[in-house]
Nanobody, 128 residues
Framework: QVQLVESGGDSVQAGGSLRLSCTAS????????MCWFRQAPGKKREGMTC????????LYADSVKGRFTVSRDDVRKTFHVDMNNLKPDDSAMYYC?????????????????????WGQGTQVTVDS
């Protein structure tokens, strides 16, 4: 059974930093790309960043490029995003998701309909 557990969400001031983590179990973590999505109240869930199975390729939304850095630790089966220079518009529930196809990656950020398994989310609030 796939389990994804996010952590690290918090309330911070604009310009601050956070590291979100996702701990995975129940599948061969190292064989699957991983992505972070976020959803603000009343808005559609949007993809932020993805990293491929080997950690050699990444994708970022334009809104976070240069501020967010994605990484993975296949030994610990964890997946992270370091978020710097946070803005109030970054306030949202953040979710991690595992690709449904082994060793598959995308040429652009995928839609959330491409994912089957999700964590429960971790809340990020950025105060101005």
């Amino acid at each position: 059974q796939v389990q994804l557990v996010e952590s690290g969400g918090d309330s911070v001031q604009a310009g601050g930093s956070l590291r979100l983590s996702c701990t995975a179990s129940g599948f061969s973590f190292g064989d699957y790309a991983m992505c972070w999505f976020r959803q603000a109240p009343g808005k559609k869930r949007e993809g932020m960043t993805c990293i491929n199975a080997r950690g050699t390729n990444t994708l970022y939304a334009d809104s976070v490029k240069g501020r967010f850095t994605v990484s993975r630790d296949d030994v610990r089966k964890t997946f992270h995003v370091d978020m710097n220079n946070l803005k109030p518009d970054d306030s949202a529930m953040y979710y991690c998701a595992a690709a449904s196809r082994r060793r598959h990656f995308w040429t652009s950020l995928p839609d959330d309909s491409a994912f089957r398994d999700w964590g429960q989310g971790t809340q990020v609030t950025v105060d101005s």
